[in-house]
C-alpha cells in the first residue's frame, strides 16, 4: 500500500482507487457533511486509552460508507493534505462576494469592475476581523444572514477559549530602519525571546486554555502554567486573554536556555512530575479583560492593565523587559542587552498612535529588529522543502541537500528560491531526512513553481517550514520566487543560504511569502542604492558553498 501510494502520489487517489475495485452487496446510506464533519471532530476530540485502534474503527466506518470520489476527499481532509487550491484569504473573499449579492442582487453585474472590488475589499475586511476574533464559521455565517455585515461585530468577537488570530510582526534592517518606518511616533522597545508563543485564555469558570501561534490547543503541553495561572491574576481578574511567549529557564542559574531545549518538551499527556525543562513565560500584551476585549485599545493602555491585574513571579511569569525609548544609540544598546540576556534581538511597537492589536491585517506596526541583521540580510526567512538531493561523501544515506520554496498567498503556489546543504549538524540531517521521507511523493506537484534544470533527485508534499538565514537576495534565472512581481520570467534567490532550525510552530501556509521575499530584496541597501539587483549566476545559492555533499 505504501509503494502505491508513493507512486500515485496521493493518499486520496489511492483510497478512491481501492474503493472503485470494491463491490459492495449492500448500498451503504449516503453521508452527509454534518455527519462527516461531527466524525472529524470527534477523532480530533479523542484522547486517552487505545486511542489509535478507535480513531481507525472511525475512519473504517466513514470509509465504508463512501463513494469512491468521497473517500478520495476523505482521506486527505485527515492527512490535513486537502490543497484544493483554496486559501482562507479566498474563501473570506467569496464569502462577502456571495454576501453582498444576496443582499442587493443588482451586484451581481457588477463584479469584476473597479467600483465593485473596492468596495468587496472594505467588507472583507470587516468578515476578515470576525473571523480573526472568532473563527467559527458555524457562528459567523447564520449570524451574517441574521443580522448583516456591519452587525457581525456585535454577536462575533473575542471569546475566552476560542483562540484568536495572533498579531505578527514585521522586519527590519537596522536601528534607522525602525525610526524611519515609526516616523516620530512614540515607541516602545522590547526583548524579543526566543520561545513559543503562547495565548492564554481563562474563562469565568476558572478553565485555562493554552493556544499556539497556529490556534492549535496546547493546553495539554503545559500543566505547569495552567498552575501557575491562579498564582499571578489579580483577585480583581475574573478572565482574560493574555499575549505570552513560553521560553525554556534554567531556575538555578535564572538564564533564559534556547529555543532547542524548549523543543525537547513533551507535547502530550505531560504529567507535571515528569518536567524537566522549565519554562518561564514572559506576557507582552493583554487582549480581553472581566469581559471586555481590548483589542481597539492603543499598546500604551492595554500595558498599563496588564501591569495591574497580574503579579510577577521571578523565573515563572515575567512581564516582558521593554524601555520606551526614541534614540539611535540608546536603542542599539538596549539590542546588545538584548542579546546578551540570550533574545533574539528587539519587538518595537508604537504605544498611542495607531496602535491597536492588529489581527486581520498584516501590521506594521510591530516591528523585529534581529541580531541578525548585522551581519547580512535584516531577518531570517522560513522556507518549506520541496525536494531534496541524495547525499553523497559523508552525507551518504541521507539528504546532502534540498529544494526550498516560499509561499504565493495569490497563486497559491510554493516557489523555489534556493538549494541549500550548509547549517545542518548530522543529528538534523538525520533527523529531518527520517521526516521528509513521509511526505515523499513520486511528482512535483501542480503547486510547485520551479525551473526544470534544478532537478532534484526526490520531491516531498509541504509539511515542514524551515528558518534559513542568508547572505543577501539576488535576481535569479533559475528560481522563481516572486516571479512576475519584479520581472516577469526571473524570480528572487538566497546568496549562501544556511539552515537555522526546523520551525515547528509554522504551517506550510506561514512560510515567508513571495511578496515578503521582494521587500527583503527591494530593502537591500544595494538594491536601494541604485548599484545591486546583481544577477546570480548560474544557480544561485549552489554547490560552492556546499562542500559537494549532494
Ligand atoms: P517571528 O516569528 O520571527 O516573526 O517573530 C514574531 C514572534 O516573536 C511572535 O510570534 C512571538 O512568538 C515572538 N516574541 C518574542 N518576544 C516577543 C515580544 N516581546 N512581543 C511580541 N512577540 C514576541
Redesign the pocket.
Known amino acids: 500500500m505504501k509503494k502505491d501510494i508513493a507512486s500515485l502520489g496521493d493518499i486520496g487517489l489511492y483510497a478512491e482507487k481501492s474503493k472503485s475495485n470494491q463491490k459492495l452487496l449492500v448500498k451503504p446510506k449516503p453521508l452527509t457533511v454534518s455527519a462527516v464533519f461531527d466524525a472529524f471532530k470527534t477523532i480530533a476530540m479523542m484522547t486517552g486509552n487505545q486511542v489509535q485502534s478507535k480513531k481507525v474503527d472511525k475512519i473504517k466506518s466513514l470509509i465504508t460508507s463512501s463513494s469512491p470520489i468521497e473517500s478520495r476527499f476523505i482521506m486527505r481532509s485527515l492527512a490535513g493534505k486537502m490543497r484544493i487550491g483554496l486559501g482562507e484569504k479566498s474563501l473570506l473573499q467569496a464569502l462577502t462576494q456571495a454576501y453582498l449579492i444576496f443582499k442587493d442582487e443588482s451586484n451581481a453585474k457588477l463584479v469584476g469592475s473597479d467600483k465593485f472590488k473596492e468596495k468587496l475589499a472594505k467588507k472583507s475586511l470587516l468578515l476578515q476581523t470576525a473571523y480573526c476574533e472568532c473563527p467559527n464559521y458555524d457562528k459567523i455565517i447564520p449570524t451574517l444572514m441574521e443580522h448583516g455585515l456591519e452587525n457581525l461585530s456585535k454577536f462575533c468577537f473575542l471569546t475566552p477559549g476560542i483562540p484568536l488570530k495572533?498579531m505578527?510582526?514585521h522586519p527590519t534592517k537596522g536601528v534607522q530602519d525602525v525610526l524611519e518606518r515609526l516616523e516620530g511616533a512614540k515607541f516602545t522597545c522590547?526583548?524579543?525571546?526566543d520561545g513559543e508563543?503562547a495565548q492564554i485564555h481563562l474563562n469565568d469558570d476558572k478553565d485555562t486554555y493554552i493556544y499556539s501561534?497556529n490556534q492549535e490547543n496546547n493546553t495539554e503541553k503545559y500543566p505547569d502554567i495552567v498552575k501557575l495561572i491562579h498564582e499571578i491574576v489579580s483577585p480583581n481578574v475574573t478572565n482574560f486573554i493574555l499575549d505570552c511567549?513560553a521560553v525554556a529557564f534554567d531556575v538555578s542559574t535564572k538564564q533564559i536556555l534556547p529555543f532547542q531545549v524548549l523543543s525537547t518538551r513533551k507535547r502530550k499527556n505531560v504529567d507535571e512530575s515528569e518536567i524537566t525543562v522549565r519554562v518561564c513565560l514572559?506576557a507582552?500584551d493583554l487582549l480581553y479583560l472581566n469581559s471586555e476585549s481590548l483589542v481597539t485599545k492603543d499598546l500604551s493602555e492595554r500595558r498599563e492593565l496588564l501591569r495591574q491585574s497580574f503579579n510577577e513571579v521571578e523565573g515563572k511569569f515575567m512581564l516582558?523587559t521593554s524601555k520606551d525609548l526614541s534614540d539611535v544609540d540608546a536603542i542599539q544598546e538596549f539590542l546588545e542587552e538584548s542579546i546578551k540576556s540570550k533574545c533574539e534581538g528587539l519587538?518595537i511597537k508604537t504605544l498611542h498612535d495607531d496602535a491597536t492589536y492588529e489581527i486581520a491585517k498584516r501590521s506594521r506596526k510591530?516591528l523585529?529588529l534581529k541580531k541578525d541583521y548585522l551581519e547580512g540580510v535584516g531577518d531570517t526567512l522560513d522556507l518549506v522543502p520541496i525536494g531534496a538531493y541524495l547525499g553523497k561523501g559523508k552525507r551518504t544515506g541521507v539528504y546532502g541537500g534540498f529544494l526550498l520554496a516560499c509561499y504565493d498567498e495569490e497563486s497559491e503556489e510554493f516557489q523555489s528560491i534556493c538549494k541549500i546543504g550548509t547549517g545542518f549538524t548530522d543529528e538534523d540531517l538525520s533527523s529531518l531526512s527520517a521526516s521528509l521521507k513521509e511526505s515523499l511523493v513520486a511528482k512535483p506537484k501542480s503547486y510547485f513553481l520551479f525551473d526544470d534544470s534544478l532537478n532534484p533527485d526526490v520531491w516531498f508534499e509541504p509539511s515542514q517550514v524551515w528558518e534559513v538565514k542568508c547572505a543577501d537576495l539576488s535576481i535569479s534565472p533559475v528560481h522563481r520566487a516572486g516571479v512576475g512581481l519584479l520581472d516577469d520570467t526571473k524570480g528572487i534567490s538566497l546568496r549562501f543560504p544556511r539552515f537555522i532550525k526546523l520551525r515547528e510552530d509554522k504551517k506550510p501556509e506561514d512560510a515567508t511569502t513571495a511578496s515578503q521575499v521582494v521587500d527583503m530584496y527591494r530593502n537591500q541597501e544595494s538594491v536601494k542604492s541604485g548599484d545591486g539587483g546583481a544577477e546570480a549566476a548560474g544557480t544561485a545559492g549552489s554547490k560552492e558553498d556546499e562542500n559537494d555533499y549532494y
Open positions: 495572533p505578527l510582526a522590547e526583548y524579543k525571546y508563543r501561534r511567549e514572559f507582552f516582558a519587538m510591530w523585529k
